[in-house]
């Protein structure tokens, strides 16, 4: 889930919406989850939320790892407890975790790094993360190169934790090091200013859909909070 | 001069991302190993010996106060999108590991970085336990809320946080006979 692809073609009208929007509606979800004690509002944000899943493009083999874990938390839950107390608690550790997903699966790191910039964070975390974003991959595959040096030289780290040290992570830290010292000469020489004043290719702009959408979730949260709280 | 009265720089910025990667791609490797252990703080516990090594180097590299923040609060806003859950209890336990280091002025010598990474981890598993346990209900929250639990799993976290650390320690000596990191 790390590695979501930049240049994913967008699809669906979720990618669409304001990512600003999508971080107050899951950081909104997972504070209402946590709150929630009542089987019939839990169960209604889960299906909200199941939907969006949905549209997001989940693969299956997720679908079907993440349908495995829940099975396997409901019956544990059954035989500690019983079965009202095992949909609560597995609807509601649902609703905590859902919103992870949606938003990761809609949202681009590009889009995430343009919200982040609209809402003022201090620029040396915008340079951070956009660095993160750009060499995690890089250094994930100087990670994979190691390992396949060592197994041409028959050494199986998987089967050999003990050399993840001396075999795995002192050489790629050196590459890690290496690769801190370029790009620092990198924008160095490009006169780079982290906190210097910058324009934004493509602002971001609230659309209708994103008032559409805020006015849709009012109305689930509103639902959700009368079951939960009108007895 | 004092390291912590210097203003940070594009290298401190660029260095301390870096070593925020090289977090990422420790619980990328490690993490996964342990998923089918329902022990609370299990997942910390195999983290830290690797992550501790990174956290080690950026310590030792930018010295002063907030320099766990910027590596972890990255990595906490980086995996928020595969959880909420993870970026509270990362920002509970830098919060914590910064105030604890802040008393201590820094993170300058080896003491202050052995102790940076124990109390990182140890916060990272009580906060993560407790903030787990809450998300899957009153019956898991009894079982981690089980004080010899509890207390069992964050001394072992804080150990393999020092394990980290001396690791860590290792590979900033390498990496000076190298001539690859200036540390005072």
Not at chain 1, 153 to 179: A, H, K
Request: glycine share 8%; proline share 4%; no cysteine.
């Amino acid at each position: 889930m790390l590695a979501n692809p930049v240049n994913a073609p967008k699809r669906g009208w979720l990618w669409r919406v304001n990512p600003l929007l999508k971080i107050v509606l899951s950081m909104v979800a997972v504070s209402t989850a946590f709150a929630l004690q009542d089987l019939a509002a839990t169960g209604l944000l889960v299906a909200g939320l199941l939907v969006l899943l949905l549209t997001a493009g989940m693969s299956w083999r997720v679908w079907l790892g993440g349908a495995i874990a829940l099975f396997l938390f409901t019956a544990l839950t059954w035989l500690l407890r019983d079965w009202p107390a095992a949909s609560l608690n597995s609807l509601r550790l649902l609703a905590i975790l859902l919103p992870g997903p949606i938003f990761s699966l809609t949202t681009s790191p590009a889009d995430l790094t343009r919200a982040l910039q609209a809402v003022k964070l201090p620029s040396f975390l915008v340079l951070s993360l956009m660095l993160v974003w750009r060499f995690l991959p890089v250094v994930q595959r100087e990670a994979q190169r190691i390992i396949e040096a060592n197994q041409l030289r028959g050494v199986d780290l998987s089967r050999r934790p003990g050399q993840w040290f001396p075999g795995l992570f002192v050489p790629l830290i050196f590459r890690i090091v290496s690769y801190a010292d370029e790009v620092t000469v990198g924008l160095e020489t490009r006169s780079y200013d982290p906190s210097a004043r910058r324009s934004l290719g493509q602002p971001l702009r609230w659309r209708r859909l994103d008032t559409a959408v805020a006015i849709a979730a009012v109305a689930i949260f509103g639902a959700v909070g009368y079951l939960q709280w009108s007895q | 001069m004092a390291q912590s009265s210097k203003s940070w720089q594009l290298r401190d910025y660029v260095f301390a991302a870096f070593m925020t990667i090289g977090i990422a791609v420790t619980s990328v490797i490690t993490v996964p190993l342990t998923l089918s252990i329902p022990l609370p703080g299990i997942r910390t516990v195999v983290w830290a010996p690797f992550a501790g090594i990174f956290l080690t180097l950026g310590m030792a590299r930018l010295q002063r106060s907030g320099s766990v923040a910027l590596m972890i609060g990255v990595l906490a806003l980086v995996l928020s999108r595969i959880s909420w859950i993870i970026t509270a209890f990362l920002v509970s336990a830098l919060v914590v590991t910064e105030g604890v280091m802040l008393l201590r002025g820094g993170f300058y010598g080896k003491t202050n970085r052995l102790l940076a990474n124990v109390v990182f981890f140890s916060s990272a598993t009580v906060a993560g336990a407790l903030i787990g346990a809450y998300a899957a209900g009153d019956i898991f929250a009894a079982w981690v809320g089980q004080v010899w639990v509890l207390i069992l799993m964050t001394i072992v976290s804080g150990f393999a946080g020092a394990v980290g650390w001396w690791l860590g320690e290792r590979v900033v000596k390498q990496l000076q006979r190298a001539g690859k990191l200036n540390v005072s």
